[in-house]
Each structure stands twice: as structure tokens, then as C-alpha cells.
């Protein structure tokens, strides 16, 4: 067993839990039915891009600057280590020198690949419609990589050497100061292949200097670690989202929540509905996933409203309400349905209760958001008074017919009533 030797085998164990993972999602009918259609319709779409009347033409420069800069920032570094290296192989350094050499390797060829892979589908916009030559593009290409290369390796090591704020404040100061750099050097280096091929040689210089600096800065073993985990189960997490797969980084976790920081007291009434309501409320607009999850499905509704025409808005509205108070019900079932929640004995008109008072809150502030802007779009300000008044009506009539017809599972199965 060499170094080499297992970089190769936990590349291909990965290789293959990305496969089972893929396999678990498409299969035979998806990919005939689903996925090879598509695959033709994207062919078929491209080659339009190349036409002189394509809308590709029609892409402004600066358009085009940000979509670049975007891919300049989502470079990613692998370096193969694993938590067991920690107890066998820290101290041997020539083999985690090499784990951490191929990984690195392996990282630039996938970044070879997706710069491959931007430059074809920018290809269009950039040959035929900018008049660029492929060998122009190409050298742009070569230093659109390295740039990309050492913004992906520096990230990896500031991201762990540097604390929360200080980490987004740095990001943002060197995104800010390198966007006008960038834009810059963009325009100079499609009309200047010269001076772009020059650009070569300042960037393979940083990209060895980050290298070296790499291999050689210790203490990042455990946030490399993690950060290993989270990419590798990077497609398991985006198709199970909000199962908990993604493993979060220690550097990202908040010490102390950014809402209700002191657990104050949502309703001025105690009563054990209340409490019991409030208990669910406060997990949504605490934790992240939960609030923009529904951050997203309140903007995605209020744009639908506002491309639908006519009266079609109206029955959109409705929708977006019924479409909230599902997305409630479903984590009032995650909460309610927790052990810490069902084992007590709680009576049903108690909990019927609280989940009026939930649903209304739940609801509200997407809701109410979306009632506005369909009155406005609809009527003006007459719109914008009607829905001030027609979004908490619709909340509180659907809280009390909710509460009626929901039917909480556990209270027939609690201890308590069996015992």
C-alpha cells in the first residue's frame, strides 16, 4: 500500500457512492422518459445560440462579467483526508504530504473541466456574436482557470484560519476590490491575447506560492476534514434537503440564534396552547433552513401572481395560502410528532389550539405580503387597503377550519391515554 494507492481507492469508493446515489434517483424510465429528452432539446437549443438572430447576441458585456465572476468563486479543493488519518497516518507526513498532493491534482483537473465546460457554453456569445477567435478564447480560457485555481486555494485556507466575521468581512472586501479588476481584465483580455498570455505568468506564480503554503500550513486538519464530508455528500443533500445529511462546518454554526436571542415570550397569554404553539414557532425563524425555505416559497409566489394575468391572480392568491399552511402543517407534524413533544398528556383542545395559533402566525407574514402586492397590482391603493384586511381574515378563517379538520395522530397513540 502506497499514498498513491489509496487517494486512488477512496476515489473510486466515492466514485462509486456517487453512482448509488445518482442510480437511487434515475432510473431507467427517468433517464428515457425524462433526461434523454431533455439532453436533445439543450443540443438542439445550442446550436440555435450560434445563429446570428439568437437571443445570445442580445447578452449584455456586463452580463456576462458577473456570470464569469460567479464562477470564479465556486471553485472547490479536495484533499482525500479522511477523520481515521487523524489516529494513522498524522504522523507519517510524507504520506499526508502525498494524500494531500493528489487531492490537490485531482481538484485542478476537475477545475480544468468546468472551465472546459464554461467556455463551450460561453463559446457562442463569445465567437460568434463577439467576433472573438477560438484561440483568443482559449487564452482567456488558460487564465480564467488560474485565477479561479487561487481564489479556490485561498479560500480553503482562509476559510479555516479565520474566524466567522472576519472571514465574510475578507471575502467581501476582495470580492468588492476584485470585481472592477476583473471586468478589467475581461474586456483587455479577449481583444489582447498578448497581454492575457503575460497574465500567465503573475498567476501560475500565486497558484505555486498558495500551493506550497498549502502543503506546508498545519492545523487545518480538521476543518479539512469537514470540509471533505460536506462535499462529498454534497448530491445526497440536495436530494434529501432538509433531512439533515449535510454535515455543518463548526465555522458556520451561530453560538446564539439571530431571532428571539433571549427566548423572549411570543404571546402575553401563558396558556399551555400558547406555549405549546410558541415552543413550534420559535425553530422556524431560528434556524436558517426552516426560514428560507420559506423565504423562497413566499418570493416564488408572489412572482407567479405577478406573471399570471387577469383574474388568474385571484386564484393564484388562494393557492399561495393553501400552499403556506401546508408548508406549517408539515413542520407542526415534525414538531408535534417529536418525542419530547408526545409524551405528554396533553387534551386535544389544547393542541387543536395551539395549532390555530401557530397556523395563523405561520401564515401571516408570507401571506399577508402576498395579499398586498396582488391588491396592488390589481386595484392600487384600493388593492393595497383591501389586502391589508383580506390576508389576515383568509389566515384566521383558515387557522379555525385547520384546527377543526386536523386530526393529531399521536393523542390516540399517547402513553399516557393507553396507560
Known amino acids: 500500500m502506497t499514498p498513491f494507492t489509496l487517494f486512488k481507492s477512496r476515489l473510486f469508493e466515492e466514485w462509486r457512492f456517487q453512482y448509488r446515489v445518482w442510480r437511487s434517483v434515475l432510473d431507467w424510465t427517468v433517464v428515457l422518459y425524462l433526461v434523454l429528452p431533455a439532453l436533445v432539446f439543450l443540443w438542439f437549443e445550442y446550436r440555435s445560440w450560434w445563429e446570428v438572430d439568437s437571443w445570445m447576441g442580445h447578452v449584455p458585456s456586463w452580463g456576462f462579467i458577473l456570470v464569469s465572476y460567479f464562477f470564479l468563486w465556486n471553485g472547490k479543493v479536495r484533499l482525500g483526508l479522511r477523520e481515521g488519518d487523524l489516529l494513522f497516518l498524522r504522523q507519517k507526513r510524507e504520506w499526508m504530504q502525498t494524500l494531500m498532493g493528489s487531492g490537490l491534482v485531482y481538484s485542478f483537473l476537475f477545475h480544468v473541466m468546468a472551465t472546459g465546460g464554461f467556455l463551450l457554453l460561453s463559446g457562442p456569445l463569445l465567437i460568434a456574436h463577439w467576433g472573438a477567435s477560438p484561440q483568443e478564447a482559449g487564452i482567456w480560457g488558460v487564465f480564467l482557470l488560474l485565477v479561479r485555481w487561487n481564489l479556490s486555494l485561498h ?201 390555530r395559533i401557530y397556523t395563523f402566525w405561520v401564515t401571516l407574514p408570507g401571506f399577508g405580503l402576498i395579499s398586498l402586492g396582488t391588491g396592488w397590482i390589481l386595484w392600487g391603493w384600493a388593492g393595497l387597503a383591501a389586502g391589508v384586511l383580506a390576508g389576515p381574515f383568509l389566515c384566521r378563517a383558515g387557522a379555525g377550519i385547520g384546527g377543526e379538520f386536523e386530526r393529531h395522530r399521536f393523542l390516540e397513540e399517547n402513553r399516557w391515554k393507553r396507560g
Open 155 to 355: 479560500r480553503c485556507m482562509w476559510a479555516s484560519v479565520a474566524p466567522t466575521w472576519k472571514r465574510w468581512l475578507g471575502h467581501a472586501l476582495l470580492g468588492a476590490g476584485l470585481l472592477p479588476v476583473w471586468a478589467a481584465s475581461v474586456r483587455w483580455g479577449l481583444s489582447s491575447p498578448v497581454l492575457t498570455a503575460i497574465g500567465w505568468i503573475p498567476a501560475a506564480a500565486v497558484a505555486w506560492f498558495l500551493l506550497r503554503r498549502r502543503l506546508a500550513v498545519e492545523g487545518l486538519f480538521l476543518d479539512d476534514v469537514a470540509r471533505e464530508r460536506e462535499y462529498r455528500l454534497r448530491f445526497a443533500a440536495l436530494l434529501l434537503q432538509g433531512s439533515g445529511v449535510l454535515p455543518e462546518r463548526k465555522a458556520f454554526r451561530l453560538r446564539r440564534p439571530w431571532l428571539f436571542r433571549q427566548s423572549e415570550s411570543l404571546f402575553r397569554q401563558r396558556t399551555s396552547a400558547a406555549i405549546l404553539a410558541e415552543s413550534a414557532l420559535k425553530p422556524l425563524v431560528r434556524l436558517w433552513r426552516h426560514l428560507r425555505s420559506y423565504l423562497q416559497l413566499t418570493v416564488l409566489l408572489l412572482v407567479g401572481i405577478i406573471q399570471v394575468p387577469g383574474l388568474m391572480k385571484g386564484v393564484v392568491w388562494l393557492i399561495a395560502w393553501l400552499l403556506l399552511y401546508s408548508w406549517g402543517r408539515s413542520c407542526w407534524r415534525e414538531f408535534i410528532f417529536s418525542t419530547g413533544v408526545s409524551m405528554f398528556p396533553w387534551e386535544k383542545e389544547t393542541v387543536r389550539e395551539a395549532f
